[in-house]
C-alpha cells in the first residue's frame, strides 16, 4: 500500500513542490530551490504509494547528530489526511537510527497542531525564540 523513502526521484521532486501547495508556509517554493534544499538537507523522509511511487506525505530533518536536530516540512496530501500518515513521518524520524540518540529534536508547528505532535512525544518547550529572516523581494 505504502512505502518509506528517504531519497527523492526526478518526478517525486515535482510532487513534493505539489505538496507544498497545500501548505501556507511553502506556496511560493521553486522547483530550483526545492532541490537546492533538498541537496542541503541530512535526512529525507517520504511515504509514496507503493505502485505508482506517487509522493504523498514528506518531512525532512537538519541535524548535528549529537544534540540537536529540527524537523521541518511534514506535509500530506490532502487526500491521504486523517490516515496516520504525518504520524508514520514522525515515528521514521524519532526512530532512526542516528536520530534516536539525538538530545532534543525540535520543530515548530501552528498552535492548533500541538495536540497531533504531543501525542508522538513532544512537548512544549518554555523558552524563547528568536528568528532573524531575509526579507524577500516580492
Sequence with gaps: M?????????VQVAQLQDLYQY???????????????????DYIFG???????KL?????????RTYRAIVFDV???ADYR?????????EQIISHPELSKVECIQLFCLTEMMPF?????FVR????????????PS
Excluded at 505504502?2 to 526526478?10: E, F, H, P
Excluded at 511553502?26 to 537546492?36: C, G, V, Y
Excluded at 504523498?56 to 548535528?64: E, W
Excluded at 486523517?82 to 514522525?90: A, F
Design 47 to 53: 511515504i509514496c504509494e507503493s505502485d505508482s511511487k
Design 56 to 64: 504523498i506525505a514528506f518531512a525532512r530533518v537538519l541535524s548535528d
Design 23 to 41: 501548505a501556507w508556509w511553502a506556496k511560493e517554493r521553486t522547483l530550483d530551490d526545492i532541490w537546492q534544499m533538498l541537496n542541503n538537507t
Design 117 to 121: 505532535y504531543e501525542k508522538l512525544g
Design 125 to 136: 518547550a518554555e523558552q524563547s525564540l528568536l528568528v532573524r529572516q531575509r526579507l524577500i
Design 2 to 10: 505504502y512505502k518509506n523513502i528517504s531519497i527523492l526521484t526526478d
Design 82 to 90: 486523517h490516515q496516520g500518515l504525518g504520524s508514520l513521518l514522525l
Design 75 to 77: 506535509v500530506v496530501a
